[in-house]
Each structure stands twice: as C-alpha cells, then as structure tokens.
Nanobody, 123 residues
Framework: QVQLADSGGGLVQAGDSLRLSCTASGRTFGSYVMGWFRQAPGKERQFVAAIGWSGGSTYYADSVKGRFTISRDNAKNTVYLQMNSLIPEDTAVYYC????????????????WGQGTQVTVSS
C-alpha cells in the first residue's frame, strides 16, 4: 500500500514556473514507477510525465517535452515535476500516481493516486 500526497500548485502567469512535489508513504517507494497526470474540466485525465524506479528513465507527453522535468529522490520518497514556461493550456488539476515496476502512460494502469493539486495559468 502506498499513500501519496501531492502539493505545489498555484495561480501563475504564462511564462512562469512551478514545482510540484509528491511524497509517498511506505518503504517500497523505490520499486514504483511514478507518474504525473492532469485533468482539465470536462476532459479525460491526461498523461504528463513518468519516471522509472531508479530515476534513470523518464517519459513525457509531447505537449510538455522540453518544458517540464520529472525527477525523484528515493531517499525522501518524493517525486517532483518542474514546470517551466507555463502556458494557459497547462491549467488543470495535477495528480501524482504510482504503479509497480513497469512504465505506462495510461492512467488506468496506475494503482495509487494523490489527491491532486490545482495549477492555473493565466494569460
């Protein structure tokens, strides 16, 4: 069992940066693939980024590639999403998620979820 607590959202202007954090409980954090997803009103939950258990492999949606960076610190049981050059289209609730062992970019394949943190980007 893994419990996730994500934080760091806020209201920013286009071009600004934010860093989201997600802290996990449990001693097996290092064996989980961690992902970030987002959901805008009326839209399906969308893959943003994921990182392998060791941090050596990272994956990004095309829409955020080059602007967002996912990283993790297994000693702190924490995964981060650094978001730069934010645009209004990035506005959504952002969720961190965990699944064991193998990467997936589909939200249905993730077992554990944070409560979500709102990111709003004004133009």
């Amino acid at each position: 069992q893994v419990q996730l607590a994500d934080s760091g959202g806020g209201l920013v202007q286009a071009g600004d940066s934010l860093r989201l954090s997600c802290t996990a409980s449990g001693r097996t954090f290092g064996s989980y693939v961690m992902g970030w997803f987002r959901q805008a009103p009326g839209k399906e939950r969308q893959f943003v980024a994921a990182i392998g258990w060791s941090g050596g492999s990272t994956y990004y949606a095309d829409s955020v590639k080059g602007r967002f960076t996912i990283s993790r610190d297994n000693a702190k049981n924490t995964v981060y999403l650094q978001m730069n050059s934010l645009i209004p289209e990035d506005t959504a609730v952002y969720y961190c998620a965990a699944r064991p062992h193998y990467y997936s970019d589909h939200w249905r394949n993730y077992d554990y979820w944070g409560q979500g943190t709102q990111v709003t980007v004004s133009s």
